[in-house]
């Protein structure tokens, strides 16, 4: 199986020398709170998180300006803007690579992680967390996505974390998924219930998704499929029904989408007659389907789209991230899936689990200070 597919994704193997500048100076970020011209520690007082929560576009700034430059500074800035270039990036060992934490942790198994969900002071465990901890997964992303002409922070002012936590098993998607079916349910975007468009800094949708791996022992790889080739299928009548304001999207998940409260926007924005300069933000399990709230030509729209997605979506190759790998993707211009598996495998270390870290980046122009 390749690892990238060729014309959707630019690989990049990350040399040593940026390796070990990232590391360098996402350690003095942690130590100095990345304030230039600092010398001595900062005391966290135990919150660093927290402070990282409010600050990371800081850390991002302080990292990227010397550790992230040439050629692989230029791709993420391409990779963030309209062009005719790859919509995704593979930074290969852009991570620390340290040794799986799964090995030597006992706590750490599916039946821990359902009963203790991430956010919990109980999990990451003690080895799970100082892994990550002494990485800096979170310093060195903010650079990454500094470096592309975007800033990370988190999705609105209520949220207290700038990423999310995804551990795949084997024993639990067994239950869930079957080879082959429901496939294109899987396909999404980054929030969907805000636009690409907005000029609203809260209300604005991130525009770059960077994919972290911590840990992918059962080599689950994930699918990209570009906004043009699906939007470049549509007639002018479903383009023009997607472009209406007339969709309701919800910030989470619920059995009755309805009880939350939605977001009224459109699927596609941006304008001209190629399909490469339209924006797609759609996740098809946040978007509030009703007979009595959407117009039947908006339905039907909906369902063709999410039909092209389908017959495109069995086509596309796969991305396979080891660990200390990111992927990058325009979040306008990309839906991403998961591989769904139904078989259990034995792998070292164990248990057979991928971890990836999810983080947002979202457009710098709109001013943080009005966040």
């Not at 929560?53 to 550790?67: D, L, P, R, T």
């Not at 792998?347 to 947002?360: E, F, G, K, N, S």
Request: hydrophobic share 40%.
């Amino acid at each position: 199986m390749a690892d990238t597919p060729d014309g959707i994704v630019r690989e990049f193997r990350v040399s040593l020398r940026t390796r070990t500048r990232l590391a360098l100076r996402a350690w003095l970020a942690r130590w100095t709170g990345a304030e230039r011209g600092r010398l001595w520690r900062r005391n966290y007082h135990g919150q660093f998180e927290n402070y990282f929560a409010e600050n990371a576009y800081e850390f991002g700034e302080y990292v990227s300006h010397k550790a992230i430059v040439g050629a692989l500074r230029n791709a993420l800035q391409a990779l963030a803007t309209r062009g005719d270039g790859p919509p995704c990036v593979v930074l290969r060992g852009v991570f620390p690579r340290r040794w799986s934490p799964f090995g030597f942790s006992a706590d750490f198994s599916p039946a821990t992680v359902e009963r203790r969900p991430f956010g919990s002071k109980a999990l990451p465990p003690r080895h799970a967390k100082g892994f990550i901890n002494k990485g800096r997964f979170d310093i060195v992303a903010a650079a990454i996505i500094d470096a592309a002409g975007s800033e990370l922070r988190k999705k609105s002012a209520p949220d207290h974390a700038v990423r999310q936590d995804y551990i795949t098993d084997c024993d639990s998607e067994a239950h869930a998924f079957h080879e082959g079916h429901d496939l294109w349910l899987r396909f999404r975007q980054a929030t969907p219930e805000f636009a690409p468009d907005d000029p609203r800094p809260d209300k604005v949708a991130a525009n770059l998704v960077v994919i972290g791996c911590v840990e992918n022992v059962i080599k689950d790889p994930l699918y990209v499929l570009p906004v043009a080739d699906i939007l470049s299928t549509l007639d002018h009548d479903t383009l023009f029904e997607l472009r209406k304001k007339q969709f309701d999207f919800v910030d989470g998940w619920a059995a009755d989408l309805s009880e939350l409260s939605p977001h009224r926007k459109s699927i596609v924005s941006g304008g001209g007659d190629d399909p490469k300069s339209w924006y797609l933000s759609f996740d098809p399990n946040r978007v509030v389907i009703r007979s009595d709230k959407t117009p039947q030509e908006g339905l039907r729209a909906v369902a063709k789209l999410l039909d092209a997605i389908n017959r495109i979506g069995q086509r596309t190759a796969p991305v396979l991230l080891r660990r200390g790998d990111a992927l990058i993707v325009n979040n306008y211009r990309t839906l991403t899936r998961r591989k769904e598996r139904s078989r259990f495998v034995f792998t070292w270390p164990w248990p057979p689990v991928r971890w990836l870290r999810v983080y947002y980046g979202f457009p710098r122009e709109l001013t943080r200070r009005e966040i």
